[in-house]
């Protein structure tokens, strides 16, 4: 099998392996807020170049706790067990913040669905992550009415 990106950057800074089903919730979510905003700034640049005030605005739609609230309800369904329990234990996880634009319940899904992304990065799963981007994307510009080379 082929190493994925966190192994090699483990591997690289001689960093130990620990069992990714030890961490916290919310270090999960910690992690996976960042690789989900990777993802997104990659397609957004990948689509063109434009201005950054544009590319941060078309970023900013995207990782928003209301647009990963939504998503998350496209991939729920296409969860296994493991990956629901994952969610799940982020979803109910007390955090000592809240987003200011967010609802509590949009807040709790999103830092839930960072969870998942986190804990698919760590366990070097990045097809995983990126098959349940592109369902989320797909489903939520077909809801929201965006065009896909607009954004």
């Known amino acids: 099998m082929e190493k994925g ?4 950057i483990m591997e690289q800074f001689e960093l130990n392996t620990v069992d990714v089903k030890t961490y ?5 979510a910690y992690i996976g807020d960042e690789i989900y905003d990777l993802i997104i700034r ?15 605005r078309a970023a900013s739609a995207l990782v928003k706790a209301h647009a990963q609230s939504q998503m998350m309800h ?7 067990e493991e ?12 955090s000592a913040t809240m987003a200011k634009n ?10 839930g669905f960072e969870a998942l992304m986190g804990y698919l990065y ?10 349940l981007v592109k369902a989320a994307l797909a489903h939520y510009n077909e809801k929201t009415g965006k065009n896909r080379d607009k954004e």
């Open 5 to 8: 990106i966190n192994s090699y």
């Open 24 to 28: 916290s919730p919310l270090t999960l």
């Open 42 to 56: 990659t397609v957004i640049v990948g689509r063109g170049n434009t201005k950054p005030a544009n590319l941060h």
């Open 74 to 80: 496209t991939i729920e369904p296409m969860l296994n």
């Open 83 to 94: 990956e629901a329990d994952i969610y799940r234990r982020g979803r109910n996880a007390k």
């Open 102 to 111: 967010a609802s509590m319940s949009d807040y709790r899904r999103a830092t």
């Open 122 to 131: 760590l366990k070097d799963e990045l097809p995983r992550i990126l098959e």
